[in-house]
């Protein structure tokens, strides 16, 4: 089981917390209402399978960059400023989706957006992560569970959009949701101010890096978070060679983003109580993940589609939130901001990765096969579980 943790700063009120989940949701909605109806719409727009892939790396490929620096910039200058200027820009890099019928400006708005949510999203995590308190698996199921229902209502809206206006439509759409949540998290999220500072060499900062309290979680984060990716692209694209039509087709990411983002609250109490400790979670949900994925690699039908969105949804809501509040609890509050970025990176890297090995494979051998090489990578993902964090407490004491 896990330790319980060492007394720490009291938890915001959900007023303070409720803007932090609405840029998780933006993250979320922006990346899957797009390369959900990516994949939909790839047979009509003249998409093969490895352009589709590379057109669903680019948000990822501008976070993995980008991810640490601002995550960084955040632990210096404190999170706030860095979120609301995150969302001001993802919603400027939206408006270039407006001419988005041209290949050149859709890469443009997806690369725009990915800079974008970059700066807000590890700032925003790392937030969430300070004002806690002692109950990080809680919050970060919470926070994921806001995500879930970006990915669930993304794909849903995105299909809407794009059959009343194109992506034009989408892309006006999603920079004004940024903008409202910019201006939410503006007028009630409390400013953090940066935490006193310890000043690590490099060797501290490769030590930091390569431990397994750090490691372990960031692999489980990026297996998953590259089967979600493959998952919202290709499992559209299968159910759409079913006949199931783009409602249809994108409906199967809204299953399994609803599966994801109805059990992650859950599964953070059960940490915080006791019940549920972080490997055998995350083994548990990796396990599920490659599961889900080999059936929709093997089973042809739109039922075993359906019932593969269920099982990598289930398997996503249990490694991500146990994933997050190991992070938050093994590491010191300051240099969340930074501990958060890079482990961003890796998880972009898996969202990035996932699409690509998909599609690469698949143009040699045929879609099952990559999903089949997909589903070793998540079940090896596995044995890099960690153990029980240790908490780091803290002597500031966030604002209520």
């Known amino acids: 089981m896990n330790p319980p943790a060492e007394n720490g ?35 009509d727009i003249g998409l093969s399978l490895l352009g589709l892939g590379i057109l669903l790396a680019l948000y990822d490929i501008a976070e993995v960059f980008l991810k640490p620096v601002f995550g960084a910039l955040s632990d210096r200058i404190g999170p706030k400023p860095v979120i609301v200027g995150g969302l001001l820009a993802f919603a400027a890099a939206s408006l270039a989706g407006l001419w988005a019928e041209q290949p050149a400006m859709l890469a443009a708005a997806r690369l725009g957006q990915g800079m974008a949510a970059s700066a807000f999203s590890p700032a925003s995590s790392a937030s969430v992560a300070r004002l806690a308190g002692n109950n990080t698996g809680r919050y970060f199921g919470r926070y994921g569970s806001w995500k879930g229902l970006g990915y669930a209502l993304g794909p849903l809206l995105g ?24 201006a939410w998290v503006l007028v009630s999220m409390p400013r953090l101010d940066p935490l006193p500072r310890t000043r690590y060499t490099v060797v501290d900062v490769w030590r930091q890096s390569t431990e397994k309290s750090f490691l372990g979680p960031t692999l489980v984060l990026a297996a998953a978070t590259g089967a979600l990716g493959a998952a919202v692209g290709f499992l559209p694209a299968l159910a759409a060679r079913e006949g199931l039509g783009t409602t249809g087709s994108i409906a199967v990411v809204t299953v399994l983003a609803l599966a994801s983002s109805a059990i992650q609250p859950r599964i953070g109490v059960l940490r915080d109580r006791g019940v549920l400790a972080d490997r055998p979670g995350m083994v548990a949900g990796l396990a599920s993940i490659a599961v889900g994925i080999l059936i929709a690699a093997a089973l042809p039908g739109a039922l075993w589609i359906y019932a593969a969105a269920v099982l990598i949804g289930t398997g996503i809501a249990l490694a991500t939130p146990l994933a997050f509040a190991h992070l938050a609890d093994s590491t010191p509050k300051d240099r969340l901001g930074r501990t958060m970025g890079s482990a961003e990176l890796g998880r972009e890297l898996g969202d990035a990765g996932g699409p690509l090995l998909v599609g690469g494979i698949a143009v040699a051998a045929g879609l099952p096969w990559g999903l089949g090489a997909l589903a070793v990578v998540v079940g090896a993902a596995a044995f890099a579980a960690p153990a029980a964090a240790a908490s780091h407490a803290t002597s500031a004491r966030e604002p209520r």
Do not use: D, K, M, N
């Not at 009120?13 to 209402?33: D, E, K, M, N, V």
């Open 9 to 43: 700063p009291a938890p915001a009120s959900p007023y303070q917390r409720w803007p932090l989940y609405a840029a998780g949701f933006t993250t979320a909605f922006g990346a899957h209402a797009v390369a959900a109806g990516l994949g939909a719409e790839s047979q």
């Open 159 to 182: 299909a809407v959009a794009i059959l009343a206006g194109g992506f034009g439509l989408l892309f006006s759409v999603l920079s004004g949701v940024a903008l409202v949540v910019a």
